[in-house]
């Protein structure tokens, strides 16, 4: 349904074009949850912004294909991105007080892309706002249609805004860390709430997130990046059950245990390097406990492995590397 191809995005600076999104691809499939996953700094939400036509024109620069139902949106007008942004493809983000207009009523919020997009009548566009406001779980949606958003809790904030993007019945869904500053509790309804938007509309999921266990909970197949670009993707459960990627099989061992209730037992030591700052040969080299000669040279490619798996390390180069890495891993 989705495909982005060689997407490309930089920006000006003081110290000339930054790529922040390099030689990114992928595609998603009519109904499906892809996660991308990443730390901050990363380029993931830079990849949803461009495919949103959001990116700045003045200091930003999209290149590549992002191929929606037939129609590059990289090169798709202002015009056309307005009609498609809100309609056929919705977002939500982190912090639902962002993109909710404190000025405006839920009701009015609500039914605006009713409004704009459909044309719909004052009243056809409320009634409609009611039945999304019950479908997300928010009770006495009558009355909250005349609240304004400081009136209501973070977690019937992010509702709000699930209800807002659903209700044109988008063919693809952006949410970028959707429940990241949610309690437990809110966090796991959310979740919920959208695998069951996801099952009953068919509204394919691109989740953004930081969280390996919002993945497993709702993705099926993911996508890793690391300093703009992508070092790992394949089926949730290949990836999780055989990560190949260092980068990848450190996030993995960075999940607490739910069972055992344990802390994080390891984090990875180091930052993702800041855009531009970016040194000949893998990224990930300065955190690699697996680094070789060869790795501060030359960038690896993104290679295909087993069972659609892809990954992006010099490991994998030949066989006899992935045997070296198979048994440092399992030592
Ligand atoms: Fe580590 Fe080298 Fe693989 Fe990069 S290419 S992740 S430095 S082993
Ligand atoms: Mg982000």
């Given at each position: 349904?989705?495909?982005?191809?060689?997407?490309?995005?930089?920006?000006?600076?003081d110290n000339g074009e930054i790529p922040v999104v390099d030689s990114v691809s992928f595609h998603i499939e009519p109904g499906e949850v892809l996660g991308i996953v990443g730390e901050?700094?990363?380029?993931?939400?830079?990849?949803?912004?461009?495919?949103?036509?959001l990116v700045p024109t003045n200091t930003g620069k999209v290149q590549g294909k992002i191929q929606f139902k037939g129609e590059n949106l990289a090169t798709a007008s202002e015009a056309r991105m307005r009609k498609i942004r809100g309609n056929e493809i919705a977002m939500i983000f982190?912090?639902?007080?962002?993109?909710?207009?404190?000025?405006?009523?839920?009701?009015?919020?609500?039914?605006?892309?009713?409004?704009?997009?459909?044309?719909?009548?004052?009243?056809?566009?409320r009634a409609r706002a009611i039945e999304m406001m019950k479908l997300v779980g928010l009770g006495r949606a009558e009355a909250l249609m005349d609240e304004y958003p400081h009136q209501l809790s973070g977690g019937m904030r992010q509702r709000v805004m699930i209800a807002m993007a659903m209700i044109c019945e988008p063919e693809l869904l952006i949410a970028d860390e959707p429940t990241t500053t949610?309690?437990?509790?809110?966090?796991?309804?959310?979740?919920?709430l959208m695998k069951k938007l996801n099952?009953?509309?068919?509204?394919?999921?691109?989740?953004?997130?930081?969280?390996?266990?919002?993945?497993?909970?709702?993705?099926?197949?993911?996508?890793?990046?690391?300093?703009g670009k992508i070092v790992e993707e394949g089926d949730v459960s290949t990836v999780f059950q055989s990560?190949?990627?260092?980068?990848?099989v450190g996030l993995i061992q960075s999940v607490p245990d739910m069972r055992e209730k344990k802390e994080r037992l390891y984090s990875i030591p180091g930052q993702v390097p800041k855009p531009g700052s970016q040194k000949l040969g893998c990224q990930f080299a300065p955190r690699c406990t697996h680094?070789?000669?060869?790795?501060?040279?030359?960038?690896?490619?993104?290679?295909?492995?087993?069972?659609?798996?892809?990954?992006?390390?010099?490991?994998?180069?030949?066989?006899?590397?992935?045997d070296i890495y198979d048994s440092a891993i399992s030592s």
């Open positions: 349904m989705i495909e982005v191809k060689d997407l490309q995005t930089s920006f000006r600076t901050s700094g990363c380029g993931k939400s830079v990849t949803s912004l461009s495919i949103m036509g982190q912090e639902p007080m962002t993109s909710l207009n404190p000025l405006f009523t839920i009701g009015e919020q609500l039914t605006e892309s009713l409004r704009i997009h459909r044309k719909w009548n004052k009243k056809q566009a949610l309690d437990v509790t809110i966090q796991a309804q959310i979740l919920e099952r009953e509309t068919n509204t394919a999921i691109m989740m953004i997130t930081h969280d390996l266990g919002v993945v497993a909970e709702m993705c099926q197949r993911m996508v890793v990046m690391y300093a990560p190949k990627h260092p980068y990848t680094a070789m000669d060869r790795c501060l040279s030359e960038a690896p490619p993104l290679q295909p492995f087993n069972n659609g798996q892809k990954v992006r390390c010099w490991l994998y180069g030949d066989r006899k590397g992935a």
